[in-house]
């Protein structure tokens, strides 16, 4: 156990012995174990956009057998899916990689102003399956949202009695907000700091543009100076957010980049401004394996330094 994990695992003291072990096992696996960063392959896609937009540029990405070789073969700290895919091969790889069994999914065969996450997945088929977590998904700015935050905590006090680690997907949209408040600094901040109220042990947030969406908090921002001008210090104050980085934020690697240049400045951008690490799902399956597991090398290659 390096000191960077034994003091990323003293921040969550009120947890149980469970919850640590199953945290410990994911910062302290594959090629970045023990550095306090992580990689983390998600495969949920399928269910929240369709499997043709999500596997149809590489076929291979409809077999679930694929995504967890990716994830083993990469060396990855973990991998996220619903609870399908985790069925699918959870025995086949049993004790391979790290599992999070993503427990709320959403579809795209309705339009809608404000989404909702069903519950789809149980705390004991988490169990059942080895996984060390479980994750949930809210969306800051639905009208729906406090439905939301009142099921993810519920569902979160029953995954920790369990042992399970909390991983909250935290992606602000709804009718309260624009398209561009989505990724403004402000509210991916305060998407940060709703989730680790919660009680999640782990964040996912969409990287923060400069764009500041409510005007109250334009004036803070204006008055305090909080630099926000490049992705660095936008990553920083995201971090700052969540407990002032005393909560683990990893960052969404969102559609596929058509160039990875793109993708591994973030990256930079990321582990420069105290992030974590980061969440990468299509710009990982939508490649055949041998190019899918030299853009992670590349990563892991960013984030080990």
């Known amino acids: 156990m390096t000191e960077r994990v034994r003091e990323i695992l003293g921040w969550y003291r009120s947890d149980n012995p469970g919850v640590l072990t199953n945290l410990a096992r994911m910062l302290n696996h594959g090629r970045l174990a023990g550095t306090g ?100 998904t809210i969306y800051p700015g639905s009208a729906l949202r406090k439905e939301m935050y009142e099921n993810v905590r519920c569902y979160a006090e029953e995954a920790k009695a369990a042992g399970l680690a909390v991983i909250v997907w935290s992606y602000p949209r709804g009718s309260s907000l624009s398209k561009e408040g989505e990724t403004a600094i402000d509210v991916c901040g305060y998407a940060a700091q709703i989730a680790c109220q919660l009680g999640a042990h782990i964040v996912k947030v969409k990287l923060p543009s400069n764009h500041i969406e409510q005007d109250a908090a334009r004036k803070v921002y204006e008055k305090e100076k909080i630099p926000i001008g490049t992705l660095t210090e936008r990553v920083r104050h995201v971090t700052q957010c969540a407990f002032a980085g005393k909560r683990i934020v990893i960052f969404s690697g969102g559609a596929k980049k058509e160039n990875d240049a793109e993708v591994f400045e973030e990256c930079k951008a990321i582990r420069d401004g105290g992030g974590f690490g980061s969440i990468i799902g299509r710009n990982t399956f939508q490649r055949k394996r041998p190019e899918a597991l030299k853009f992670l090398d590349e990563i892991i290659k960013i984030y080990a330094k």
Request: hydrophobic share 45%; charged share 20%.
């Open 37 to 136: 960063r992580m990689v983390i392959l998600p495969v949920d896609q399928g269910w929240e956009h369709g499997p043709a937009r999500s596997f149809a540029p590489n076929p291979e990405g409809y077999d679930p057998h694929y995504h967890f070789k990716i994830a083993i073969e990469a060396g990855l700290n973990a991998y996220a899916a619903p609870l399908g895919f985790l069925e699918a091969g959870a025995a086949e790889f049993a004790g391979e990689v790290p599992l999070i069994l993503k427990a709320n999914n959403h579809d795209l065969l309705a339009d809608e102003k404000d989404s909702w996450q069903a519950l789809t997945a149980t705390v004991k088929d988490a169990v059942r399956l080895g996984c060390c977590g479980i994750g949930l």
